[in-house]
């Protein structure tokens, strides 16, 4: 309980996005550092105040009967959507914010969780969102008539689509950083929650309810990644020894292992350097993850790194279900996943392999292991 306890503290001191707690009589019990920069004001300066100091003078009295509104039913609930809300900092200057409130039953009374995240620049890449669409939309009606110019029409769709393609990187950006924000709240309240409801009925619901929240976060910051990936020509490389990054790898995956009672032998021994981004840490960590979860609890796993000359060639062995031929065509394609025991994944992971392979060069492949099993390849050329 006290380690939660601490890691709660540092996850509420350290949160990218401004905490403030609130008491019953709408007075300042609690702030964190993001909030102190966010608003300008030491917490100390804070302290006991209001929470209107932080609200522009003319909201003021709605935010008041806003405020006693809310503690008569408080519940979770998101301000924002639809809404332009305000701040003020020390200086008199305004932004806008988002608000994500929740209450929190403590001994002496209920508090209000508000985290609060400046969008004055989410704004700002909205409004270039929406009139980069109108004149979009004003390109695509003046050229439509003009489809019949063969030439000239294939000029302009291949110009409409690069400012379609850079709206829709614009899109998930900010649908990537929305999303994630309010899911790692919704965590945090849970994992409170299952503080107070260790052992208790209500805990597997909560726990239903973290695993699910856990699962959208690693899709969501997967189809982040390959996003990103997809749209990248190059990466910044430099040398080092795949050996050591792959080993640091098999370390991190070690309590995995312990839980499923599995062993691993690792069989490279001398270094291999290759010219590389340290991206290429989410190919290993990705296959490791791949064999523990996709490999029968017991088992064993072989990882090694081999220098050839003009290639490092790493693979990791496991003696689980295997892949069926038909199915290896499909591995690495996104959103394509093939049948493995009824484990659950976003159909994302080994096309993401596959994207930053491609982007040094090198390939990924998977092979059957005569003793049962996979047996996953990556390549990279030394230079």
């Known amino acids: 309980m006290q380690e939660n306890k601490t890691l709660f503290e540092r996850f509420f001191e350290f ?20 909030a102190e920069t966010m608003f300008g004001y030491s917490r100390y300066e804070l302290l006991e105040r209001a929470i209107e100091v932080l609200v522009p003078e003319r909201f003021r009295e709605r935010h008041v009967e806003y405020r006693n509104e809310y503690f008569s039913n408080p519940r979770p609930r998101s301000l ?11 200086d008199g200057s305004e932004f806008s914010v988002d608000i994500m409130l929740s209450p929190l039953e403590t001994s002496e009374g209920t508090l209000v969780i508000s985290i609060v995240r400046d969008i004055t620049e989410r704004r700002r890449m909205e409004e270039e969102l929406r009139r980069a669409h109108d004149e979009l939309e004003i390109r695509v009606k003046e050229r439509t008539a003009e489809l019949a110019k063969a030439n000239d029409a294939l000029k302009d769709y291949a110009a409409a689509l690069e400012e379609a393609n850079r709206i829709k990187d614009l899109f998930t950006d900010i649908m990537h950083h929305d999303l994630l924000n309010p899911l790692g709240a919704i965590r945090l309240m849970t994992e409170l929650q299952l503080e107070k409801t260790a052992g208790d009925e209500t805990s597997r619901g909560l726990l239903m309810i973290k695993r699910n929240v856990d699962k959208l976060i690693e899709m969501i910051r997967s189809a982040g990644m390959y996003a990103k990936l997809e749209s990248a020509e190059k990466l910044e490389r430099s040398k080092l020894d795949l050996n050591s990054i792959l080993r640091a790898v098999t370390e991190s995956f070690k309590l995995r292992m312990e839980e499923k009672n599995m062993r691993l032998e690792y069989l490279a021994k001398d270094e291999c350097y290759a010219r ?21 609890a017991g088992s064993k796993i072989e990882v090694n790194i081999m220098d050839e000359n003009k290639y490092c060639k790493t693979y990791v062995r496991d003696w689980g279900y295997g892949i069926k031929d038909d199915d290896k065509v499909k591995l690495f394609t996104r959103f394509q996943r093939v049948d493995k025991k009824g484990v659950k994944g976003t159909g994302l992971g080994l096309a993401i392999v596959k994207r930053i392979m491609t982007l040094h060069g090198g ?5 059957d292991n005569p003793e049962g099993g996979s047996v996953f390849y990556v390549e990279v050329p030394k230079s």
Request: no cysteine.
């Open 15 to 34: 949160a990218p996005d401004a905490i403030v707690v609130v008491d019953s009589k709408g007075r300042i019990v609690r702030i964190n550092a993001a």
């Open 363 to 367: 390939r990924v492949w998977v092979e």
């Open 276 to 296: 590389v981004n340290p991206i290429i840490e989410d190919v290993f960590s990705n296959l490791l993850d791949n064999a523990i979860k996709y490999s029968p």
């Open 80 to 90: 924002g959507k639809g809404l332009n809300l305000s701040g003020e900092r020390r």
